[in-house]
């Protein structure tokens, strides 16, 4: 089983809050990813990071910024909550090789009121 | 047009079902092909990946791609009702970047 970890599970906060969604991982690896998901719809990049230091931009434009400080952590903050923020985020790390073995964790479902 | 089109279903079977899940994609570029399997509040986790055209079994899991129509196949044989959760195609290109491209999924119940 993969050891990615990402807290809090469950968010319900009001609009005009700032939250942090924390990722950690245990597995050491270089690569680490945000992903928005909305029932029924597809996975949605919105950071990445392939080192200490290094962040992008995904595909999907976001209004939450990220930090890549040290390798293990992978932490996304949204400065002021919104409801179109309501989503399921899920965090994931890669090594080096493929670009397929991604590896996810249980995902936080954030409800913006 | 979204790079990758997944049949949403729901599906829903009896056990011991042969199931099929299907995806097309758009983009010539990709070359690697992975099946997702999600389970209710649960992250994705890897099932099967391939590369390039051509058939991979692992158990009672076959993926399957052709490349010439830009189809991609997920078999699952003698399923059972531990088989039941969301089924997702992903699909990347070679090169440094090399992020994935996720269908929308599939929901699949299996039922005892």
């Known amino acids: 089983e993969a050891d990615i970890y990402q807290t809090p599970r469950y968010l319900v906060i009001g609009t005009g809050k700032k939250i942090t969604l924390e990722c950690s991982q245990t597995m050491g690896h270089d690569k680490m990813y945000w992903y928005q998901q909305d029932p029924g719809m597809e996975l949605h990049l919105i950071h990445y990071s392939y080192g200490v230091n290094s962040t992008e931009k995904g595909d999907l434009s976001s209004e939450s910024t990220v930090s890549r400080i040290r390798t293990e952590h992978f932490p996304l903050t949204l400065e002021s909550a919104r409801p179109s923020h309501t989503s399921q985020y899920l965090c994931a790390s890669s090594e080096g090789g493929g670009p397929y073995e991604q590896y996810f964790g249980p995902g ?6 | 047009q979204k790079e990758v089109e997944q049949d949403p279903g729901p599906l829903s079977v009896p056990e011991g079902a042969i199931v099929s899940l299907n995806c097309t994609y758009s983009n010539s570029a990709f070359q690697y092909f992975m099946w997702y399997r999600q389970y209710s509040r649960k ?39 531990s088989d039941s959760a969301t089924y997702l195609c992903a699909t990347s290109g070679s090169g440094s970047a090399r992020q994935l491209t996720f269908g929308s999924g599939t929901q699949l119940t299996v039922l005892p």
Not at chain 2, 64 to 80: M, N, T
């Open chain 2, 43 to 81: 992250g994705p986790e890897l099932l099967m990946y391939t590369y390039s055209s051509g058939n991979k079994e692992d158990g009672r899991f076959t993926a399957q791609v052709d490349k010439s129509s830009k189809y991609i196949s997920l078999f699952i044989r003698d399923s059972q009702p």
């Open chain 1, 108 to 113: 936080t479902r954030l409800t913006v009121t």
